[in-house]
């Protein structure tokens, strides 16, 4: 059905930046968000940011002033610009849609991850 690829993850070092990338594909028939989680080991996975297709934001409090969501609803992609990275940002960030897919069909879907690593 739907699938989300995310890019952009790496190794940084303490106070660096990554911009992260992802791409839905597939049958989606509009956007009712996309966003950013995180996950650490032994770590509940968190919400980092969301966005919704009209452009509503949400941020976690430990990531404001510091990381942005963008999307460009017409490519079906959403972007987190991460900035002052810190070690405890370490984790494995997950690419989220949430999508109506079909009359009266709201499906989540999730992408593979991608690995940051920040290094002090």
């Known amino acids: 059905q739907v699938q989300l690829v995310e890019s952009g993850g790496g190794l940084v070092q303490a106070g660096g930046s990554l911009r992260l990338s992802c791409v839905a594909s597939g049958r989606i028939f509009s956007i009712n968000s996309m966003g950013w989680y995180r996950q650490a080991p032994g770590k509940q996975r968190e919400l980092v940011a969301t966005?919704?297709?009209?452009?509503?934001?949400t941020y976690a409090d430990f990531v404001k002033g510091r990381f942005t969501i963008s999307r460009d609803n017409a490519k079906n992609m959403v972007y987190l610009q991460m900035n002052s990275l810190q070690p405890e940002d370490t984790a494995a960030y997950y690419c989220?849609?949430?999508?109506?897919?079909?009359?009266?069909?709201?499906?989540?879907?999730w992408g593979q991850g991608t690995q940051v690593t920040v290094s002090s």
């Open positions: 966005i919704t297709g009209r452009g509503t934001l």
């Open positions: 989220n849609g949430d999508f109506i897919i079909g009359i009266g069909t709201i499906r989540t879907y």
